[in-house]
């Protein structure tokens, strides 16, 4: 059974994703003439309100602000195994630099790469990766080295 605490937490959370983008909102939240919420995001590319139908107001929903600015917001990457949480603020700066962030294939990006790789992956899944499909090249990625073998 969750806490009391976890409940209330997760139930806030929910109310904070974005029906379009499906992403937590963070302030600037705008609301339509009903008072359903859409992130700022979304907003600018619809012409109304996505669970209604009705017009957008032109003000912010202050109160749904001051809570998205109270809660702590997983990172996106929980579902690839970080647990870190953040204040809406500070969540953008973890992600960037996330040990769980998906990762394009470096190996594309080199010039001895001739065949496109739509492998995605995270930090720890980068050098088994690149020795299993592309052991044919020289890659250099942070600490791993991958050499053409003799």
């Known amino acids: 059974m969750q806490s009391q605490s976890t409940y209330l937490e997760q139930s806030l ?63 996106t990457y929980s579902q690839f195994g970080c647990k870190e949480v953040f204040a809406h603020d500070k969540l953008g700066e973890h992600q960037v630099k996330c040990r769980y962030a998906q990762l394009k294939d470096p190996a594309t990006e080199h010039p001895l790469c001739t065949q496109p790789c739509d492998w995605t992956g995270n930090h720890n899944e980068v050098k088994n990766h690149l020795m299993e499909s592309h052991l044919e090249m020289c890659i250099d990625y942070g600490e791993v080295r991958v050499e053409k073998p003799l």
């Open 13 to 75: 959370l929910s109310e904070l994703e974005c029906p379009v983008c499906m992403e937590y909102m963070r302030p600037p939240v705008r609301m339509c003439v009903n008072g359903h919420n859409i992130c700022n995001i979304c907003r600018p590319n619809l012409p109304h309100c996505p669970t209604c139908r009705k017009r957008f107001l032109s003000t912010r929903n202050v109160a749904v602000e001051k809570l998205a600015r109270e809660v702590k917001y997983p990172c």
